[in-house]
């Protein structure tokens, strides 16, 4: 198994996206390469992208655009979008196809990895 940092897209840029998840992304450059932001607003997406040094076809408000420039391992969905498709728990399935959400897709051929926080209390972050 090849032991390197797992490409991450970033999708929703919310306030705790921004002052949370995004800080703690970039604090662990042995974990995470930030390679992709996505949100609905293409201003923020922009601004975002220029703070974390994300090349143009990185970021932007279409997410299949995005995950076809730069091939993510994985994706984590800080979207708080009650329409979001949910990953089934063996993200298995087209989990990109819905359609009430913004972010649909053209039907993708494979599916990125999730990220998972861990348990609480445990102390520990691993990728699965």
């Not at 498709?85 to 897709?105: K, T």
Request: charged share 20%.
């Amino acid at each position: 198994m090849e032991n390197r940092p797992l490409r991450l897209v970033v999708v929703g840029l919310g306030a705790v996206a921004q002052s949370v998840h995004l800080p703690l992304v970039v604090r662990r450059p042995d974990l995470f390469t930030l390679v992709g932001l996505v949100d609905l607003s293409p201003g923020l997406a922009e601004a975002i992208g220029n703070r974390y040094g994300i090349a143009e076809g990185g970021r932007g408000t279409d997410l299949e655009a995005v995950l076809d420039a730069v091939a993510p391992d994985a994706l984590l969905i800080a979207a708080g979008d009650p329409t979001w498709p949910r990953p089934s728990p063996g993200f298995g399935g087209d989990w990109r196809s819905s359609a009430r959400s913004p972010w649909r897709s053209r039907g993708a051929s494979s599916t990125p990895s999730p990220v998972r926080s861990p348990p609480r209390g445990s102390g520990s972050w691993s990728a699965t």
